[in-house]
């Protein structure tokens, strides 16, 4: 701690030091000159910020400014991520979109000044010119979030059901943060450019684009170096503010998944689980890249069974239970074939977390019922016992085996009529993965279950 608070420090120093560096050759270069009419230095410019700005007046035209300025940037921002969220959801919104963005981002902003002037006025065109510089950075953030997403999460969210404003705000915003972050770092700026040079073309009343037409009227280079520093400042400022916001909104989801987790109180009672249902696959064929990965496939597993899917690795034991899981669909199969109405759940191959997230926050994300969440906090206490840094970790500090018990805790604890499991005992010792099976057993209910594993000797974990 000591270490980075001064690495900070002489980081500080160093940044102090090349601008009072710059500051100084400035001043000289203004001495050499000799002529405050045509290059004013340093001491001038703050002479006069001191003396003209730094007022109760300058302080009424600055808050006008910031205000149009914050109104456009504002809506732009909520418009742009809602327009970027909708595009990288939908190929027909993004191609209809395309030629507006591209063009707001081209199309000189002097042009769009002029037009706007003499649309709307001198005081709401500010805000328009803001909004319409400011849009495309939100917007195209979104739309890069949106095409880095993992399908592999995508999936696991379906299979769970986590989806309209709860998959949005706890994890699509905490995605797509950074990006938006990076956003909020170019459009700031160019945000205050915007309004600035609108307010000196369309000059109205109370703004700091009058101000500084008037530092030109009367050619004190003074006054507009010194209005210049102040939008200097408040673009700094402005750009600290959105992104501390953008940070404490993309921490927040955690935050609220932590409190229903501490909320829920272990209980080894399970919530109410639908009834379980039957699985029947006749002449199934699944193809990938024009391989049949599963070749008239034929399965029959009553309700409340047991079935086992043991053949070998790449025979397509995971593309079954993607079929029953509802995530695929085969591309031929028998019109006697009966699938599960309700979602099932699921443990996959390769566990599907939050990399993000802690253990709780995971199960708390899916969970549709307080009582799910008392029930999955219990399984996740049996299954990783003694672990008490389980809570701040994320999962990917943890080992595969730890993750590996996660999910099934997942599994076991979300309400469903069929219960999946791929390769469920993977990555775990012989002890643990017995105390898993035991706990397979005891909480699958009634509810179908069905194990895919290539190694046989897993059977018998299976059995218990």
Same mark, same amino acid.
């Given at each position: 701690m000591m270490g980075s608070t001064i690495s900070r420090m002489q980081t500080a120093l160093k940044q102090l030091g090349t601008i009072g560096a710059w500051l100084i050759l400035w001043q000289l270069a203004s001495w050499a000159i000799g002529n405050p009419l045509l290059f004013c230095g340093p001491l001038e410019a703050l002479d006069a910020l001191l003396r003209d700005i730094l007022t109760p007046a300058s302080w009424l035209v600055i808050g006008w400014s910031a205000g149009r300025i914050a109104a456009g940037f504002a809506v732009a921002c909520i418009l742009g991520l809602l327009l970027g969220a909708v595009a990288g959801r939908s190929e027909a919104a993004r191609t209809l979109l395309a030629p507006t963005l591209h063009g707001m981002k081209s199309t000189p902003i002097v042009c769009v000044i002029a037009l706007l002037l003499v649309w709307y006025g001198s005081s709401l065109a500010t805000s328009i010119a803001v909004g319409l510089v400011v849009l495309p950075p939100f917007y195209f953030a979104m739309l890069e979030a949106h095409s880095t997403a993992d399908p592999a999460t995508n999936q696991m969210l379906e299979a769970f059901q986590v989806r309209g404003w709860r998959r949005s705000l706890f994890v699509r915003w905490p995605q797509a943060a950074p990006f938006v972050r990076a956003a909020a770092r170019t459009s700031t700026g160019m945000a205050w450019k915007a309004g600035v040079a609108c307010e000196l073309i369309g000059l109205p009343t109370l703004s700091i684009g009058e101000q500084i037409y008037l530092g030109k009227l009367s050619l004190d280079m003074s006054s507009i170096v010194a209005w210049t520093a102040v939008i200097i400042a408040l673009g700094w400022l402005s750009e600290r503010i959105v992104i501390a916001a953008v940070d404490a909104t993309a921490k927040l989801p955690a935050r609220i998944l932590n409190r229903e987790y501490a909320r829920a109180t272990p209980t080894d009672q399970a919530p109410p689980m639908p009834p379980a249902e039957a699985v029947i696959i006749r002449d199934g064929w699944r193809f990938f890249g024009g391989e049949p990965v599963l070749e008239g496939f034929s399965l029959e597993v009553e309700r409340g069974s047991i079935a086992r899917l043991t053949s070998p690795?790449?025979?397509?034991?995971?593309?079954?239970?993607?079929?029953?899981?509802?995530?695929?669909?085969?591309?031929?199969?028998?019109?006697?074939?009966?699938?599960?109405?309700?979602?099932?759940?699921? *443990?996959?191959?390769? +566990?599907?977390? $939050?990399?993000? #997230?802690?253990? &709780?926050?995971?199960?708390?994300?899916? %969970?549709?019922?307080?009582?799910?969440?008392?029930?999955?906090?219990?399984?996740?206490?049996?299954?990783?016992?003694?672990?008490?840094?389980?809570?701040?970790?994320?999962?990917?500090?943890?080992?595969?085996?730890?993750?590996?018990?996660?999910?099934?805790?997942? *599994?076991?604890?979300? +309400?469903?009529? $069929?219960?999946? #499991?791929?390769? &469920?005992?993977?990555?775990?010792?012989? %002890?643990?993965?017995?105390?898993?099976?035991?706990?397979?057993?005891?909480?699958?209910?009634?509810?179908?279950?069905?194990?895919?594993?290539h190694d046989r000797s897993n059977l018998m974990r299976a059995e218990g």
């Open positions: 690795s790449g025979s397509g034991k995971t593309t079954t239970l993607r079929i029953i899981a509802q995530l695929d669909a085969f591309d031929k199969v028998s019109p006697t074939s009966v699938l599960p109405i309700c979602a099932p759940s699921m *443990a996959f191959q390769e +566990p599907r977390l $939050i990399e993000s #997230l802690s253990a &709780p926050q995971n199960l708390a994300l899916v %969970a549709s019922s307080e009582q799910e969440l008392r029930f999955a906090r219990y399984l996740l206490d049996e299954l990783i016992p003694d672990e008490p840094l389980l809570e701040s970790k994320p999962v990917s500090a943890l080992s595969g085996g730890q993750r590996c018990r996660i999910e099934l805790a997942r *599994a076991l604890a979300h +309400p469903s009529s $069929i219960l999946l #499991l791929d390769e &469920p005992f993977s990555g775990l010792d012989e %002890a643990n993965a017995q105390h898993a099976a035991q706990l397979i057993h005891e909480h699958r209910a009634h509810r179908t279950l069905i194990i895919a594993t």
